[in-house]
């Protein structure tokens, strides 16, 4: 049985939660099962749920983070909160995994966990293991340990080479 790819787009650029919802659609279009957890980006999904309904049942999106606004600008308080809540959404994907019920799981801004220490590298390789012949695996943010490289399958980096200002 062929191992599904594991998969990381990371980079300081725009375009990492965009890039992945291409490859959801793409995977959809190929009648596979998607689940997309959003992390670290507050509880509002407009652009996200816009999608969803578009290509339900085999697109589902989850957020576990109950603040409007995005991690970085809750207050220390707030933050210890949260973390809770992304930790649920993290058991969450781990029981897609477990339970089988998608072909392909996409974790927006999961690397950013590990940044800031609410996961460790062992908890992402916990999950890709976990994933093995059954569900692919698409990770995104800004940076990426040089351990976890040698992990994944495909690494695409998204970087911004001109800004236009307003």
Not at 6 to 21: L, N, R
Not at 45 to 61: H, Q, T
Not at 99 to 126: A, F, K, P, S, W
Request: glycine share 8%; proline share 1%.
């Amino acid at each position: 049985m062929q191992k599904n790819i594991i998969q990381v787009i990371y980079g300081v650029g725009k375009g990492k939660s965009a890039a992945a919802i291409g490859q959801s659609v793409q995977a959809v279009s190929a009648g596979k099962r998607v689940v997309f957890i959003s992390f670290l980006k507050g509880k509002n999904m407009k652009n996200l749920e816009c999608i969803e309904r578009l290509l339900e049942p085999d697109f589902k999106v989850f957020c576990f983070e109950k603040e409007e606004c995005t991690y970085e600008e809750l207050s220390e308080e707030q933050k210890e909160e949260e973390k809770q809540n992304i930790m649920n959404g993290f058991h969450f994907a781990n029981k897609v995994v477990e339970t089988g019920d998608c072909d392909l799981l996409v974790l927006d801004e999961v690397l950013g966990l590990v940044d800031l220490g609410i996961l460790t590298i062992q908890d992402i390789y916990r999950l890709i293991e976990k994933c093995g012949t059954q569900v692919s695996l698409i990770m995104t943010g800004k940076y990426i340990s040089k351990e976890l490289l040698q992990h994944i399958d495909e690494v695409s980096e998204i970087n911004c080479i001109k800004t236009i200002s307003a």
